[in-house]
C-alpha cells in the first residue's frame, strides 16, 4: 500500500495494491505495522463503525476533545464518498483548513485522520457504506460538530442541496465553536500524539 500525506499534519491517504484475477480480487486495506511506521505510533482499536448514507447526504464535521480525542481509518466499501478533513487545532499553521479524498469501492483508498483533526463527508452514491476503525470508544459528552456549511470553512461538497441531520444543522460555525472554547489545542494535540509512540505498545503487539 502507498502512504500520501495530506495538506493537513496527522492526515494520510492510504492507497492498496489490488490483486485481480476473473474469480475476484484481494487486498490489504489495512496493516497495523505500515501504518505505525508512518505515522509514528500504533493505532489503538477500540471501536468499529459502519454508516451508510444516501446520496447528498453531508454528515460531519465531527470532532473529540483531546485527550484522548479519536483517531480514526476509514474506507469506502461500498459506492462512493468525498471524506474530507479539517484542521480545527487552534494555534496550527493550518488552521481552518481543509484537504478531501474521494473514497470508492473502487479504487478502495483509505484516510486515517489522527486526535484533534474533523472529519466529515458527502455521500455521491446511494447506500455508500463507511468503515471506520477507531481508537477510543464514542463519548457522547467529549465529542462536538462544526457546522458542514460554514462559510469560513469553505469546503466544496459536490452537492447543491445537502442534506444534513438536525443536529449537523444545529452545529456553531468555526468562529462560534473557537469562541466557546470547544476546539482543540494544537500543542496539546501534538503533545499527545507524541505520547502514543511511548506507551509501550510495540508493532508486534499487532491488533
Known amino acids: 500500500m502507498k502512504m500520501r500525506e495530506l ?3 496527522g492526515a494520510w491517504e492510504i492507497t492498496p ?12 486495506w489495512y496493516r497495523f505495522d505500515r501504518l505505525a511506521e508512518t505515522v509514528g505510533h500504533p493505532l489503538r482499536l477500540a471501536q468499529g463503525n459502519l454508516s451508510v448514507s444516501a446520496r447528498g447526504v453531508v454528515r460531519g464535521i465531527h470532532f473529540a476533545d483531546v485527550p ?11 459506492g462512493a464518498v468525498l471524506d474530507v478533513v479539517v484542521d480545527l487545532r487552534v494555534g496550527s499553521p493550518t488552521f481552518g483548513r481543509w484537504d478531501s ?3 470508492d469501492d473502487v479504487d478502495r483508498r483509505a484516510v486515517y485522520l489522527s486526535e484533534g483533526l474533523g472529519h466529515g463527508f458527502c455521500a455521491l452514491t446511494d447506500d455508500a457504506t463507511l468503515s471506520y476503525l477507531c481508537s477510543t470508544t464514542y463519548n457522547p459528552t467529549g465529542e ?10 469553505g469546503i466544496e461538497w459536490p452537492v447543491g442541496s445537502p442534506r444534513l441531520s438536525a443536529k449537523d444543522a444545529d452545529a456553531p ?24 509512540g511511548t506507551d509501550g505498545l510495540s508493532y508486534s503487539d499487532g491488533i
Not at 495494491?17 to 490489504?28: A, N, S, V, Y
Not at 484522548?68 to 461500498?78: D, E, H, L, N, S
Open 7 to 9: 495538506g493537513i499534519e
Open 17 to 28: 495494491q489490488q490483486h485481480g484475477d476473473p474469480r475476484g480480487l484481494f487486498m490489504e
Open 68 to 78: 484522548p480525542g479519536q483517531a480514526k481509518y476509514i474506507t469506502c466499501v461500498r
Open 101 to 103: 479524498v474521494r473514497l
Open 144 to 153: 462536538h460538530g462544526v457546522h458542514p456549511l460554514d462559510a469560513e470553512l
Open 173 to 196: 460555525t468555526l468562529a462560534q465553536a473557537r469562541e466557546a472554547g470547544l476546539l482543540p489545542d494544537y500543542q496539546t494535540c501534538r503533545t499527545y500524539v507524541a505520547s502514543l
